[in-house]
């Protein structure tokens, strides 16, 4: 009985870090397709990670929640005719240009 309890608090103690899997993502290669089938929670999460990785490369320290939104409108009207375009590389191209 005591092996079979031993067993068993060690079971439960692995179990947390069993179902904690790592999934890499590489932002990069984000098609606009990819972005338009997303669920709006997903669509939200990247926009703002997205949002956050452009304004650190550009030093901006600041938010400004209105340009946020209209950015995030203008990627998904971009994309709606850009479906096999990596979203990374439009945004890139639109930060050059500003």
């Given at each position: 009985?005591?092996?079979?309890?031993?067993a068993?608090?060690?079971?439960?103690a692995l179990a947390p870090s069993l179902s904690e899997a790592q999934?890499?993502?590489d932002m990069t290669k984000i098609t606009c397709g990819e972005i338009l089938a997303m669920s709006p929670d997903d669509k939200s999460d990247f926009a703002a990670f997205m949002s956050g990785w452009f304004s650190q490369?550009?030093?901006r320290t600041y938010i400004d929640v209105g340009l946020f939104q209209k950015n995030?409108?203008?990627v998904i009207d971009w994309c709606g005719s850009?479906?096999?375009e990596s979203v990374f590389a439009g945004l890139q191209r639109a930060s050059e240009k500003k």
């Open positions: 009985m005591k092996k079979l309890m031993s068993l608090a060690l079971a439960c999934v890499k993502i490369k550009s030093g995030v409108a203008s850009n479906k096999s």
